[in-house]
């Protein structure tokens, strides 16, 4: 664990206490955590999360469809959905 010292303006001071009442947390801490993986869901890019590489880690180890041209290939798509 990273321990810090951070100076905050009274706004975002309310903002974490808002935040620790609404989860029943014990310290700010807990509040900048649950804040920092807020943000992480909505703001971070998808490669940089953990999950998307494991999702794209199985996507890479699915077989393909081995096709010549796009005629061939539309061929195989109708085939399948017939």
């Given at each position: 664990m990273v321990q810090a010292i951070i100076n905050i303006d009274d706004n975002t001071n309310r903002i974490l206490n808002i935040i620790k009442a609404q989860f029943g947390l014990r310290d700010k801490s807990k509040a900048i955590e649950v804040?920092?993986?807020?943000?992480?869901?909505d703001s971070l890019e998808p490669a940089l999360r953990p999950k998307y590489i494991e999702r794209l880690?199985?996507?890479?180890?699915?077989?393909?469809?081995?096709?010549?041209?796009?005629?061939?290939?539309?061929?195989?798509?109708?085939?399948?959905?017939?």
């Open positions: 804040m920092a993986k807020c943000y992480e869901e880690n199985r996507i890479e180890k699915q077989k393909g469809i081995k096709f010549k041209n796009i005629g061939e290939l539309r061929g195989i798509i109708e085939e399948k959905h017939a």
